[in-house]
């Protein structure tokens, strides 16, 4: 099955900071890549789908790069909602096993 | 508008048998893929399995596979997710989310159930 790793575990930025985090597949995963953001208590909310493609209703501030094995998410100008737990999400598998990274926790420095 | 709707927090104990719910609403729900994720405690998300309801065709990630059972009532538009024999271990927070694809055809879960806390605990 194919891993995902994500980097780095933790992050502690401020407000207005440009962020970038890191998800690297076991495996090319061609542009099979998805990334959620989860708040504390809350289920988890789709930003990005097909490595760089933002879903509806997501802020501009947030973007997806990469494809193969290396991506990212990077979010230009941090805003007090932005602090919460992101996951990626690999959907290539054709075992119907579509693993998720560990997540990354995004704090307030 | 899309609505998963999952019934309600449980409290059991081990070796107990649970049945928990996840009713789709505002869309065909025989028409996308329903998965299943667990979350423990202060851990990440796992991946347990999906089903069509479309014709119950359901897959099963290998760390689930045999723990658990999903299924589907299309009549009532409601995915499941049961336990025979609960274990400590099962206590976490579960959601169900629909499986979409885009144009492009990559898939994704784009819409959440708001999670159902299962506490196993003698």
């Known amino acids: 099955d194919i891993q995902m790793t994500q980097s780095p575990s933790s992050l502690s930025a401020s407000v207005g900071d440009r962020v970038t985090i890191t998800c690297r597949a076991s495996q090319s995963i061609s542009s099979y890549l998805n990334w959620y953001q989860q708040k504390p208590g809350k289920a988890p909310k789709l930003l990005i789908y097909?490595?760089?493609s933002l879903q509806s209703g997501v802020p501009s501030r947030f973007s997806g790069s990469g494809s193969g094995t290396d991506f990212t998410l990077t979010i230009s100008s941090l805003q007090p909602e932005d602090f919460a737990t992101y996951y990626c999400?690999?959907?290539?598998?054709?075992?119907?096993?579509?693993?998720f990274g560990q997540g990354t926790k995004l704090e307030i420095k | 508008e899309v609505q998963l709707v999952q019934s309600g927090a449980e409290v059991k104990k081990p070796g107990e048998s649970l049945k928990i719910s996840c009713k789709g609403s505002g869309y065909s729900f025989t028409s996308y893929w329903i998965g299943w994720v667990r979350q423990m405690p202060g851990k990440g998300l796992e991946w347990m399995g999906i089903?069509?309801?479309?014709?119950?065709?359901?897959r099963y990630s290998p760390s689930f596979q045999g723990q658990v059972t999903i299924s589907a009532d299309k009549s009532i538009s409601t995915a499941y997710l049961q336990w025979s024999s609960l274990k400590a271990s099962d206590t976490a927070m579960y959601y169900c989310?629909?499986?979409?694809?885009?144009?492009?055809?990559?898939?994704?879960?784009?819409?959440w159930g708001q999670g159902t806390l299962v506490t196993v605990s003698s």
């Open positions: 097909a490595a760089s």
């Open positions: 989310a629909r499986w979409a694809t885009a144009v492009a055809g990559t898939p994704f879960f784009d819409y």
């Open positions: 089903i069509y309801p479309g014709d119950s065709d359901t």
């Open positions: 999400q690999q959907s290539y598998s054709t075992l119907f096993m579509y693993t």
